[in-house]
């Protein structure tokens, strides 16, 4: 097997992920706002329709930057540990197992096989919840100034937040910006686990295919592999985020489970994949856009061929 490409230090994380969260929801609003409208409980039109598609980016430009940089940070670093705990480790074993004159060593080739992929599941499950730190409080206010709520605007829906003080005290205000942070989550974790090993293992099959050693793909192979796992990822946790935006949305806080028996006695499965046309389009767009968009900032700031 080849060697791998440079691991990218903590700040080409760092600012490669503020430069890919910016530039994806940036250039995707509209479609997220789209998104959002067809999940909303008072429906499309009610909700906006097709007016005012740039409520809420203010708050979206505040988060990206920074929630995309935990996330790439938290990946990188977790992904670079368990990759060189498990080299420590082949090592150790090889030094005391004999080797077969054929088929090289007696380590199991099966287990090596899956250990990659887990590591990268591993890595991006503690990247999202790093990421939703950032993430859930600006993806409520958003989430509420494109549904319309409060005025429209994402300085109206911060500031309704915030006016709780009075009457619920700092806790209360802080459970209200954290509202969905455990859907957020729930929903965040299972696609991540799903885009990234998909992503990386493309990207694997992409540096094989060139047959040179350690040399990294390129921003658009990159984006193309993206785009692919983001859209096998988005439809598979569509059910989730329409849980997460009623969530978000409700007038009180509901709980998961009150809200999924609701949808489920009053509607059936359908409401479960509502907009889930746009939510594949626009993820597989954003994972275009957002890898590609990485992978570019990763390869200039390491001097790699773009």
């Not at 060189?84 to 030094?95: K, N, P, V």
């Not at 709780?164 to 991540?192: A, C, D, H, K, N």
Request: contains cysteine.
């Amino acid at each position: 097997m080849s060697p791998q490409p440079q691991q990218p230090a903590f700040a080409t994380a760092l600012l490669a992920g503020g430069i890919a969260g910016t530039t994806v929801d940036l250039s995707l609003f509209p479609l997220d706002t789209l998104k959002t409208r067809l999940q909303s409980h008072a429906g499309f039109f009610p909700s906006g329709g097709f007016r005012g598609i740039y409520r809420g980016v203010g708050s979206a430009v505040v988060g990206s930057a920074p929630g995309a940089a935990f996330f790439f940070c938290t990946y990188e670093g977790v992904k670079g540990f368990l990759s060189r705990r498990r080299h420590l480790q082949d090592s150790s074993i090889l030094g005391v197992v004999d080797k077969d004159p054929i088929h090289g060593s007696k380590v199991d080739g099966r287990a090596k096989g899956w250990a990659e992929p887990v590591e990268h599941m591993m890595a991006a499950s503690m990247g999202e919840v790093a990421a939703c730190a950032v993430r859930v409080p600006t993806e409520v206010v958003k989430q509420r100034a494109q549904a319309g709520l409060h005025g429209g605007s994402s300085a109206a829906a911060l500031g309704a937040i915030l006016s709780q003080y009075q009457s619920v005290g700092l806790g209360g205000v802080w459970r209200e910006l954290y509202r969905g942070w455990g859907i957020t989550v729930m929903r965040e974790v299972p696609f991540t686990v799903i885009q990234f090993p998909l992503w990386e293992a493309l990207k694997g099959w992409g540096r094989r295919r060139k047959g040179v050693s350690g040399v990294e793909v390129s921003a658009g192979e990159s984006a193309l592999y993206g785009s692919m796992s983001g859209a096998v990822a988005a439809g598979i946790t569509t059910p989730l985020d329409v849980l997460k935006t009623r969530v978000m949305l409700s007038k009180e806080r509901e709980k998961v489970f009150t809200v999924l028996r609701d949808i489920l006695s009053n509607h059936g499965v359908r409401p479960f994949f509502a907009g889930i046309g746009p939510r594949v389009m626009w993820i597989s767009a954003g994972g275009a856009i957002f890898l590609g968009s990485y992978q570019w900032a990763v390869n200039a700031l390491q001097g790699n061929a773009l």
